[in-house]
């Protein structure tokens, strides 16, 4: 298993910025990648947020990839919304599906 | 600008949904009045909204009026815009009106911050409460409880204990 690349992209206008990332430093050690780098981007302009695609703060990317995928939120400047599995809404996302997700990257080959 | 607990809170009339006007803080005569900045596309508004609106039926028996807000820039943010308003009040059972603050003049007269951003206004005009509606968004049994617990002491002729917290959520979306 090795750790996949990791990013995290947040505007300013969100408080949600470390709740995501204490929740994502969380996940990877219930995976066992505790090690792994987290890099974080801040995004603040709607230049920025069309180029990286960002979807709202917080989003993460794994292996440069949004892994709650392109649906629901537009691009541009704002607070993404997340759906626990309970059904319940939030801003950050279900840390099953983070730790479900990074299993995943993990046991690609890369 | 901004209203200071004790405040006269600042007047306003705006068109909700349907069309209708509605004036605050001191229409129909209400014992007291909730201002409820929020939106359509903020997750700590959206985690909230259940809650707040629970307390505006259990209140309104005790005449207390609940009036809804959205101030975002609709232009930069469609899902915000008069139209997908009147969209999600069609869709979903509303027990308080959201109104339509085009120019933001009531977001920055109250100097509202986020959404939510909640404002208790007691019988006399004057601003009782102001911040977030419980400790958690993310615990649906805390049930509104700092703004329950305002309005509890405002029908009561009393002054909050809890007068003031710090309102928690995305910050509201000024025109440029």
Redesign the interface.
């Known amino acids: 298993m090795s750790a996949p690349e990791l990013e995290l992209l947040w505007w300013?206008?969100?408080?949600?910025t470390e709740r995501a990332l204490a929740e994502l430093r969380e996940a990877l050690r219930d995976v066992g990648l505790g090690d792994a780098e987290i890099r974080t981007r801040e995004i603040d302009t709607?230049a920025d947020a069309e180029r990286a695609g960002f979807r709202g703060s917080p989003t993460i990317l794994i292996d440069g990839e949004d892994f709650a995928g392109a649906d629901g939120d537009?691009i541009?400047?704002?607070?993404?919304?997340?759906r626990r599995r309970d059904g319940?809404?939030?801003?950050t996302p279900d840390p099953d599906d983070l730790r479900e997700a990074l299993k995943q990257a993990a046991a690609r080959e890369r | 600008m901004s209203v200071a607990i004790g405040d006269k809170a600042p007047e306003f009339e705006l068109p909700d949904t349907e069309g209708a006007s509605w004036s605050a803080p001191n229409g129909d005569g209400a014992n007291a009045t909730v201002v409820v900045f929020t939106c359509n596309h903020c997750p700590y508004a959206l985690a909230w909204h259940d809650r707040i609106a629970q307390a505006a039926r259990d209140y309104a028996e005790r005449g207390v009026r609940f009036l809804a807000i959205s101030s975002n820039d609709a232009e930069r943010y469609p899902r915000d815009s008069y139209d997908a308003m009147k969209a999600r009040v069609a869709k979903e059972d509303w027990p308080m009106p959201y109104l339509y603050d085009q120019t933001q003049e009531v977001a920055r007269a109250y100097g509202a911050k986020t959404t939510p951003d909640l404002f208790v206004v007691d019988s006399e005009g004057r601003l009782a409460y102001r911040g977030a509606p419980d400790s958690d968004y993310d615990d649906p049994g805390q049930e509104a409880q700092w703004l329950r617990d305002a309005l509890d002491a405002v029908l009561g002729g009393e002054q909050p204990a809890r007068a003031e917290t710090k309102p928690v959520g995305c910050s509201i979306k000024w025109k440029a």
């Open positions: 300013e206008g969100c408080p949600s709607d537009e541009g400047l704002g607070c993404r919304v997340y319940r809404i939030s801003p």
